[in-house]
């Protein structure tokens, strides 16, 4: 009968060619699960080519969009040192590490973005971190070998200017959950140029005065007109009726847009949404909804 041994050592030798993580550049954001209840991830052996990469970014459901960050700048990742239990006889017991904290800077970005980082400050996000060496740093969730959103907690910014150069920055810092182990992040390769790859802009959408001969909407990006908008780029959703509603015409005066829908039921609640010919653009907007008058 045979003899089973078991042993809690692992082989420690190292390949002569492996992956170098390299220098993090910028974070891709995404929603740790999508709107079914699932994790989002990149499986195994997936070719993360351009088309890939570009169908994360412009994904037209929000919970599965990855949100790439500006180029950072100061990224520093610190965890804080290991504390332990010792007793009389010398034995010593390690206690839970605390958060692994990463900070850094987004050099020249408008104040309003500060909102836009922080509006995760309180959901259940994750991220990759891409670096200057074309690779993506995942968390290894279940030991499948997928790659999934690293967890983090608190992200915050703050605005300021440097006295010397005048220099708008704003510096983020966030909290990656004790739970998330250095052990168990990883980088992989992409044949997608993650360092010059950016995300989508966001197009601050308000709603005014919508009635059965016009729904009219103010875009704006940073503080100014947007007046690219084409009918093609929004659809519209009767929530009432529970049905999609057809634009039927867009017109522009000034900064503003008036969206004429097809037969709109007074009193129904209408729905303004981006559309996938928006975000191929590079640009998303918050969704608007209103009752007609």
């Not at 045979?2 to 190292?14: Q, V």
């Not at 800077?105 to 973005?113: A, G, I, L, S, Y």
């Not at 900064?255 to 609640?269: D, E, I, L, M, Q």
Request: hydrophobic letters at 35%; charged letters at 20%.
């Amino acid at each position: 009968m045979p003899t089973t041994t078991t042993t809690k050592f692992y082989n420690l030798g190292t390949d002569t060619c492996i992956t170098q993580a390299g220098k993090v550049v910028r974070f891709g954001r995404t929603s740790l699960k999508d709107s079914t209840g699932a994790y989002n991830k990149i499986a195994e052996g997936t070719v993360v080519d351009k088309a890939f990469w570009d169908a994360l970014v412009q994904n037209i459901d929000v919970t599965k969009r990855v949100h790439v960050s500006p180029l950072i700048k100061e990224f520093a990742s610190e965890a804080p040192e290991k504390k332990y239990k010792e007793y009389p006889d010398g034995t010593k017991y390690e206690l839970a590490d605390g958060p692994r904290t990463i900070t850094g800077t987004f050099p020249e970005v408008p104040f309003r973005f500060i909102k836009y980082l922080q509006s995760s400050a309180c959901s259940s996000d994750g991220m990759w971190l891409l670096t200057d060496k074309g690779n993506y740093i995942g968390y290894d969730r279940d030991g499948s070998g997928d790659s999934f959103p690293i967890p983090f907690k608190v992200l915050v910014g703050m605005g300021y200017f440097e006295t010397s150069d005048d220099i708008q920055n704003v510096k983020f810092s966030l909290d990656i959950p004790n739970e998330v182990q250095d052990a168990n992040l990883f980088p992989t390769s992409a044949t997608a140029d993650l360092v010059n790859t950016n995300g989508l802009v966001q197009i601050e959408m308000k709603a005014s005065a919508p009635s059965s001969t016009g729904y009219t909407i103010s875009p704006n990006v940073y503080g100014l007109d947007y007046t690219a908008l084409l009918s093609t780029d929004i659809s519209g959703y009767d929530e009432t009726a529970d049905a999609v509603i057809a634009v039927t015409s867009i017109t522009r005066t000034g900064g503003n847009y008036v969206v004429v829908f097809a037969s709109p039921t007074s009193t129904n609640v209408v729905r303004i949404q981006e559309t996938a010919v928006l975000t191929a653009k590079g640009f998303s907007f918050n969704t608007v909804t209103e009752t007609i008058a």
